[in-house]
């Protein structure tokens, strides 16, 4: 503007960093940058200069206006001057001629400590020469210099704020097979960070869009997962035992992906059987998962590791997830585990797959990276046997309980040239040693584990025996025993017999349990012998290194127990289900009396017909011909009395022996329940269980109780019609059923059958929760009430007494709550607790429960309360019967 002698009717605009020109004419600023307006004020006499917003900005430029050879080109035009002027100059001149030249031929990131030395000399050098007459041609040098630092420290900061984009997308990919606890705290660590990144600029935060909104929408699918998983249940494992060796594998993974009893059960079994060497899983549909025992992933050493999905199936699939998702699940494992190890097998678990699913199943896994593995499916159903063997069923073919079957299991793996092909179910590569007899009767080595030699054998060994007859078998075995190395031993044998040379088809079981415990016991190992035809009449013969012998024939188990007392046999029944199994126990050694048979039944649902009891009988004569000496069976409800009253007639009836039907009150208590000797013309029906309990009160959902069934409701409105004794002293009786147990719920209905008109029957849980199953409704009730609580009578740790779980303290509140929801033409005069051994001066000397109760609830009209130092029992007309033991001299006292 030349102090307003020049042109003063333009603006000037500058920027304070680099641009490029747009194809359409625009200007692009690099992000940073300001943009200024210069104009001259002619009322003022001076410039004027505002700041505007720039329009367009970008991190990166592809054509900035910094041409550098034309710098280098004005440069070589100053340097050639020989004016005097610019002599003072030359040198700064020349360094700087020489750095650009070394920028033009390499990446100018390379130079920043140059360029950054050479402005510093820069702006010194102008500092000192204000007035050269070069001083625009020097100013515009120094602003290129500082263009060049820009550049460099902006394509730094780019350059690190994209590492950490990698880094932390790289952390949310680990992030995403942790553990649900660590994956939830880990993912929100994540999730900061790619905020933190995002606030950096407007294009890192659209960069990041997609990233946030997923990492937000699995922390809230990782955190509900969280809260689930904690409610599954688990199992305790049995340790402590003597197991086989464990060999082909680093360790076993168990995947469980439903919290299912049956599952639950089967994970529990499969990991007692190598507990050194399991992790159990439990998976969500999303693929979180808690490790719920053995080591967690990240620890499990280097190596090849088996995979087991323990999940119900059918021929459709796994139940409620797609091939897709347990390709994945399998996945996240793989990944978990660390580098340098890999699932290298894995086992569905699952009932009737078929092979197809397994052919389906590899293509997905080698898509998620899990390539070099196998696939085993089972072609029908599967059940896992307490000792953590795996027996395959199928009715359709006539076959029952097979253990080894390459007809019922299929295993898929690819080939080299990527094809998916059938291979061998059953090899032999997952034991230390295989063998078979040779033709001179010694042992001939198959093959050793790893390509070993055989001096080179240490410790227990898991051997596989191709094998002949049982003498020639356990001959070979003797000779290879002796010419093992000293620090080897034979552990474990698994036998295969051949089609024609079956070891269980002579003798009767009792025998047989016999000779295969010996034939263990000289040996010292445990053995399981199968037979490799299809048709073999024992499926599965087992012995522990405790002399415990299983030996499985169809759906019947013959167990041989040395902890069992003698002449007694157990039969325990499982019926009511597909798979009806029958377990017959005993102690092995030769019966040389009448036998006591104990009949072991599980839930309602479990109960066999009376044709399979008698059955299940018939096969002791497999064990034994002595005759029965008497029969006892445990029953853990009296909810079925016709069953069992129609069980004992027939028993009772075949077998001319007394018969017994007891409840069971505990883990080893019962009380008897029916009877008949041969002299009764009918079953005695004795006084249902008593009200005492060691197990724990069960504070179930007030939902999940059973209501009335129709035929107790039926029988309530039929004794309705009878003439009944009215209540004495009071008008209605409130019984509360305190707890969902079938002998309390039974006992609340019988004290109803006395007074039916009469009476409201509550179901309340602990926390007061209630509702009337029963009766006129509580707001209808008038005049005197009593209340009678019925519940288990048990002792705390401390020694103080509990109904129904509660404490006094606890029920009087409870009691308290249902009395606001009578009216005030009612008043509870009379509490009577319905349990045993409540202020019990043999069991605790200072024992107030009942008076504490009678304190708590003056102030609502209480003015009596009662309770039984005895047991407490309800007999079938409902009258209350007490006994100082509790499993006889039941007598009646007016309550």
């Known amino acids: 503007y030349d102090s307003g002698n020049g042109t003063i009717n333009a603006e000037v605009t500058g920027r304070t960093t680099q641009i490029e020109v747009n194809a359409d004419g625009t200007k692009t600023m690099l992000t940073g940058g300001t943009k200024t307006v210069y104009s001259w004020d002619t009322d003022k006499g001076g410039m004027s200069q505002k700041t505007e917003t720039v329009k367009n900005h970008s991190e990166v430029l592809k054509n900035p206006l910094v041409n550098l050879n034309e710098e280098i080109q004005r440069l070589e035009e100053l340097l050639k001057s020989t004016s005097e002027k610019q002599s003072k100059h030359s040198n700064l001149l020349s360094n700087t001629l020489h750095t650009f030249r070394a920028v033009q031929g390499n990446e100018l990131d390379l130079y920043r400590s140059e360029l950054k030395a050479l402005k510093l000399d820069f702006d010194e050098h102008l500092r000192t020469n204000p007035d050269s007459e070069i001083i625009g041609e020097l100013n515009r040098i120094n602003a290129v210099l500082q263009d060049f630092i820009t550049d460099i420290e902006q394509n730094l900061r780019r350059t690190e704020q994209e590492q950490s984009v990698i880094l932390a997308r790289e952390k949310y990919e680990v992030d995403k097979v942790l553990e649900i606890d660590d994956k939830v705290k880990e993912l929100k660590k994540t999730h900061e960070w790619f905020l933190e990144l995002a606030s950096l600029s407007p294009e890192m935060r659209e960069q990041l869009r997609h990233d946030i909104s997923a990492i937000e929408h699995g922390i809230q699918v990782a955190e509900e997962s969280q809260v689930k998983l904690k409610k599954w249940e688990v199992e305790n494992i049995k340790q402590g035992h003597i197991t086989d060796p464990f060999v082909g594998y680093i360790r076993q993974v168990i995947i469980t992906t439903e919290d299912d009893p049956n599952s639950i059960q089967d994970e529990s079994r499969l990991a007692a059987k190598y507990p050194n060497n399991t992790t159990i899983v439990h998976m969500d549909i999303n693929g979180n998962y808690k490790v719920v025992y053995g080591l967690k992933l990240n620890e499990i050493s280097k190596g090849d590791i088996k995979v087991m999905i323990n999940a119900h199936g059918n021929p ?217 035809s299809e048709d073999a009449q024992v499926s599965l013969a087992a012995r522990n290194r405790d002399s415990e012998v299983r030996i499985v024939k169809g759906d019947t188990h013959f167990v041989k127990d040395s902890l069992m007392s003698k002449n007694v046999m157990v039969i325990l029944e499982l019926g009511g289900s597909e798979s009806n199994q029958q377990y017959l126990e005993f102690r092995g050694d030769d019966f040389d009396a009448d036998i006591h048979v104990e009949i072991l039944h599980g839930g309602v649902n479990q109960v066999p017909m009376t044709r399979e009891t008698l059955k299940n009988l018939d096969l002791i004569s497999q064990v034994t011909q002595q005759s029965i000496a008497d029969i006892d069976i445990i029953v853990p409800t009296t909810k079925n009395p016709s069953h069992y009253l129609e069980l004992v007639k027939a028993l009772s009836n075949k077998y001319k022996v007394t018969v017994t039907v007891r409840k069971k009150t505990g883990n080893t208590a019962s009380v008897e329940w029916l009877s008949k000797t041969p002299q009764d013309s009918n079953v005695i029906v004795r006084t249902s269980p008593h009200l005492a309990e060691t197990q724990p009160h069960n504070d179930q959902k007030l939902q999940d109780w059973d209501l009335p069934n129709q035929e107790q409701i039926n029988k309530l409105k ?101 009395n606001q929801a009578l009216t005030n033409d009612a008043t509870i005069r009379h509490i009577s607790l319905v349990g045993c051994n409540l202020d019990n001066p043999t069991d605790n000397s200072t024992s107030t429960y009942a008076a504490q109760t009678l304190q708590n609830l003056k102030e609502i009209g209480v003015t009596s309360t009662s309770a039984r130092s005895d047991y407490v029992a309800i007999g079938p007309d409902g009258r209350k019967l007490t006994s100082s033991t509790g499993t006889d001299a039941w007598k009646h006292k007016d309550s």
């Open 718 to 818: 039929a004794e309705s019609q009878k003439t009944k004794p009215q209540l004495a002293n009071h008008d209605h009786q409130v019984l509360i059923q305190t707890e969902p147990d079938d002998n309390v719920k039974d006992s609340t209905l019988k004290l109803a059958l006395k007074h039916p008109t009469q009476t409201t029957i509550v179901q309340m849980q602990k926390d007061g929760t209630y509702r009337v199953v029963y009766g006129t409704d509580l707001d209808k009730i008038t005049g005197r009430v009593k209340l009678s609580v019925v519940g288990y009578g048990r002792k705390t740790q401390e020694g103080g007494d509990t109904l129904g779980g509660r404490s006094a303290t606890e029920l009087s509140t409870n009691i308290t709550k249902l």
């Open 316 to 532: 459709r699939g796994i139940n409620n997830r797609g091939i897709e998702e347990i390709a994945e699940y399998i996945s996240i494992i793989d990944r978990a585990i660390g580098e340098d190890s890999g699932v290298r097998k894995v086992s569905l678990l699952s009932c009737s797959l078929g092979g197809v699913y397994a052919e389906r199943l590899l293509p997905e896994l080698r898509k998620k990276g899990v390539s070099n593995t196998k696939v085993s499916v089972r072609l029908v159903p599967v059940i896992v046997y307490a000792n953590g063997r795996k027996i395959m069923s199928d009715s359709e073919e006539g076959v029952s309980g097979k253990y080894r079957s390459s007809a019922l299991k299929k295993t898929y793996a690819f080939n080299e040239k990527g094809e998916i092909i059938p291979v061998d179910s059953y090899t032999d590569e997952h034991y230390d040693v295989s063998l078979s007899i040779d033709k001179d009767g010694s042992p001939k080595i198959e093959r050793i584990y790893g390509n070993q030699r055989l001096s080179e054998l240490q410790g227990a060994l898991k051997v596989f025996v191709k094998a002949e007859g049982l003498s020639e078998t356990e001959e070979m075995l003797h000779q290879f025993k002796d010419i093992l190395p000293s620090g080897a031993s034979i552990a474990h044998l698994s036998i295969k017999t051949p089609k024609d040379n079956d070891w269980f088809a002579q003798g009767n079981v009792l025998q047989q349990t016999q000779n295969l415990d010996n034939f263990g016991g000289r040996l010292n190992a445990s053995v399981v012998v199968y037979s490799d």
